[in-house]
């Protein structure tokens, strides 16, 4: 079975963060947009223990 594009778009979305969410917006039964979310974790014990932080 072949994959369409936008099965493909959402594997990709999915794929492409470590933690976050993908949010697939659906208007009259068909997938007009696809929001994808990224967090980044910093480290605790880094910061409890009064380190520097990483800087994006």
């Not at 659906?26 to 980044?40: C, G, L, S, Y």
Request: net charge positive.
């Amino acid at each position: 079975m072949e994959k369409d594009a936008v099965t493909e778009d959402i594997e990709r979305a999915i794929k492409g963060i470590r933690f976050g969410s993908v949010q697939i917006i659906i208007q009259d039964a068909r997938v007009v947009q696809i929001d994808k979310t990224e967090k980044i974790r910093l480290d605790s014990m880094n910061a409890k223990k009064g380190g520097d932080a990483p800087r994006y």
